[in-house]
């Protein structure tokens, strides 16, 4: 008779699909186990009905069955999460990041500034870096991308520009991803997937194919997943949106965690300033300074209002 310790492993692995009824958990030699999560888990741990693609996960993995209980998972270092419709609960787009790739297209569709922005506060509130990629710039003029990159430098972003047809910005992209776990966000027709193709011509995507095939045969539509490619990247694409909206908890922490602000708020009189009516306000006078464009201070009064 089989002992229970020989029936049953325990391991730690990474979240790399998810759908409504269990995920895919990629271990660390490189085996893809189909996991429930475990029935008590929902009462002891809030996270667990909102398992997200790059949760570490402790498995607990049955011999007989060939299948994993999802046991416990990890803190979560970082997350990326939109608001939902109605004030609802959060939708978590990925979690453990090293980075957000923010795509927006200079022209079809048109760049658009309050986007830009909504993108970033969600990258800022779940602690992920950001990197703007600017694509789509074999369609516009100088003077239209020079607009737009005058409103990245002034909110001290990192970016990068980028067309499908020029080789030197994907090698540098290719750069910035490589050794890490990558969420891409954009809306629909950005470019996004065309991007992922040129990157990693092994994909061979469809716009919106969110397909996976896994045993059998059989096909399942994920919410969300997270590609390992060439051993060293790891990438989680996201369906192409209309419109995003950031998660936002706490509305009176968005004056100190918006990034274009922090070189500025040291200057606010009061400690929770929002940057809004407040009297000697270290950001409003970084605008009249020209320290910073007051365009990007109505992004962040629109997020505020609307959030
Ligand atoms: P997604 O919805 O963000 O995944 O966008 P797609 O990759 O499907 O691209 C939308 C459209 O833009 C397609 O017709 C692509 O051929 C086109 N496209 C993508 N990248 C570029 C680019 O760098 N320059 C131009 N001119 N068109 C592009
Ligand atoms: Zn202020």
Not at 25 to 36: A, E, G, H, Y
Not at 190 to 205: A, C, D, E, Q
Not at 239 to 256: D, T
Request: hydrophobic share 40%; proline share 3%.
């Amino acid at each position: 008779m089989q002992s229970e310790t020989s029936r049953y492993q325990n391991f730690w692995g990474d979240v790399i699909t998810k759908t409504k009824g269990f995920c895919t958990v990629l271990t660390k030699d490189d085996k893809l186990v189909m996991c429930r999560v475990k029935k008590s888990m929902y009462r002891q741990d809030e996270r667990a009905k909102q398992l997200v693609v790059g949760d570490k996960v402790l498995v607990r993995f049955s011999e007989q069955d060939k299948q994993g209980l999802i046991v416990e998972i990890a803190t979560r270092k970082s997350i990326f999460q939109r608001g939902s419709a109605k004030d609802g609960p959060p939708r978590t787009m990925g979690a453990n990041l090293d980075l957000v790739g923010i795509v927006l297209s200079v022209k079809q569709p048109d760049f658009k500034v309050n986007l830009l922005f909504r993108f970033l506060l969600a990258a800022n509130l779940g602690k992920v870096k950001p990197l703007v990629i600017i694509n789509k710039v074999d369609l516009a003029s100088k003077l239209e991308i020079d607009k737009v990159l005058t409103i990245i430098k002034s909110a001290d972003l990192s970016y990068l520009l980028h067309s499908i047809d020029s080789h030197s910005s994907l090698l540098k992209l290719k750069a910035c991803f490589k050794g890490k776990r990558v969420l891409l966000v954009g809306l629909s027709g950005v470019g996004k997937t065309s991007l992922l193709n040129h990157l990693f011509p092994v994909l061979n995507l469809k716009t919106g194919e969110i397909n996976l095939k896994i045993s059998k045969g059989r096909h399942i539509t994920t919410l969300a997943r997270m590609m390992c490619l060439e051993n060293d990247y790891q990438i989680i694409d996201t369906p192409g949106i209309k419109e995003f909206k950031p998660y936002v908890l706490n509305k009176n922490l968005i004056g100190q965690e918006f990034s274009p602000f922090s070189r500025f708020i040291g200057d606010c009189r009061i400690k929770d300033c929002q940057h809004l009516t407040e009297p000697v306000c270290g950001v409003k006078e970084a605008i009249l300074a020209g320290k910073l464009l007051a365009e990007i201070h109505q992004s962040y009064q629109n997020i505020w209002e609307t959030s």
